[in-house]
């Protein structure tokens, strides 16, 4: 087995792997458009804005990102500005990068953290019933239902499920966050918030379920046949004990593994259901820019996805530490 110290190493091999790819994407963000035939700018910013801009405006972006220097200097000039915040300037927006991007996240993480969260407990819920009830119509059932509805793409059900509860039943908005200038406060703004929320979320949470159920359901019924659940039986412990105190509590560590795996998924996910519910977000906020070619936009856009998902892995990495002591000291 491992030591401590050896643990430890393992854990700033892992780190640094993050910070490699980190490094890398940030690389990659800095070198395409520079390869991009013609001038830098006009590489990076694109013609339609450049046709709005003063030849004083340009001259301050030659001189802000040094496109008039080495690269090694251009890159140095780009490294500060994205530790001080700046990731350019959105010529359709009319505003720093960062404030756009920063006006629209909080709905996305809104729409991405509770669909991670409900669809990770229901689908672990369902999994350790199902895989503990193996073969019975209950298992049966969900299998046949949540494989059908996550065969579906997210946005597919998302239109669906707009055209029957929005546009046909009337009972969920078509469109926004919220209601405009309803001037609610408090709570009645938290009902409106998830009046709005209601259908993004739960056409997320449907596709999401599927892949967590089934790799939960099939963990728990390998694990139902360890030793470990036999002794625990043995001693006298309660079927509930056994059911989730120890085959359940094991079933947990593949699951948190794929979540990391899902999150790339699940926030491409969440960028389509936004376009197809008008949810202000950063997907509707993407789409604009495509629309737009505010490329400073879509740059920082799909840079902040990157970012965030290589965090979340880092954060799951650790978590699974945590879970799991084997991990830690494994060879």
Not at 67 to 75: A, E
Not at 173 to 202: E, K, N, Q
Not at 218 to 227: A, D, G, S
Not at 274 to 294: Q, T
Request: charge should be positive; proline fraction near 5%; include cysteine.
């Amino acid at each position: 087995m491992r030591s401590g110290g050896g643990a430890e190493r393992q854990s700033r091999g892992n780190f640094l792997n993050y910070i490699l790819a980190l490094a890398a994407i940030f690389l990659l963000n800095f070198i395409l458009p520079r390869m991009m035939p013609g001038d830098p700018l006009h590489a990076i910013y694109g013609d339609e804005a450049l046709v709005a801009m003063t030849p004083a405006m340009e001259a301050e972006l030659v001189r802000r990102f040094a496109l008039d220097q080495p690269w090694s200097s251009q890159l140095w000039a780009y490294v500060v500005e994205l530790l001080h915040g700046d990731l350019g300037y959105s010529y359709y927006f009319k505003d720093q990068v960062s404030s756009v991007i920063l006006g629209s996240l909080p709905w996305t993480l809104l729409l991405c953290g509770l669909a991670l969260l409900l669809a990770t407990a229901l689908g672990l819920a369902l999994g350790i019933e199902s895989g503990y009830r193996r073969g019975s119509n209950l298992d049966r059932g969900l299998i046949a239902t949540l494989m059908f509805l996550s065969g579906f793409p997210d946005f597919f059900l998302g239109i669906l499920f707009l055209l029957i509860f929005g546009v046909s039943l009337g009972l969920a908005p078509l469109s926004g966050a919220t209601t405009p200038y309803s001037g609610s406060t408090g709570l009645a703004y938290l009902r409106d918030v998830l009046h709005h929320l209601a259908l993004p979320l739960f056409s997320l949470v449907l596709v999401q379920l599927g892949g967590i159920y089934l790799l939960t359901r099939n963990t728990m019924v390998t694990v139902l046949k360890e030793r470990f659940v036999m002794t625990a039986r043995a001693k006298g412990c309660s079927e509930s004990s056994v059911r989730y105190g120890h085959a359940g509590r094991n079933s947990l560590l593949p699951v948190v593994t794929a979540t990391g795996m899902r999150l790339p998924n699940l926030i491409t996910g969440a960028l389509f259901i936004e376009i197809v519910f008008s949810y202000p977000g950063v997907g509707s906020l993407l789409n604009s820019a495509l629309d737009a070619r505010d490329y400073p936009l879509i740059q920082g856009i799909l840079l902040l996805v990157t970012v965030a998902v290589l965090t979340a892995n880092l954060g799951v990495d650790r978590i699974y530490q945590r879970l799991d002591p084997r991990v830690r000291y494994a060879r």
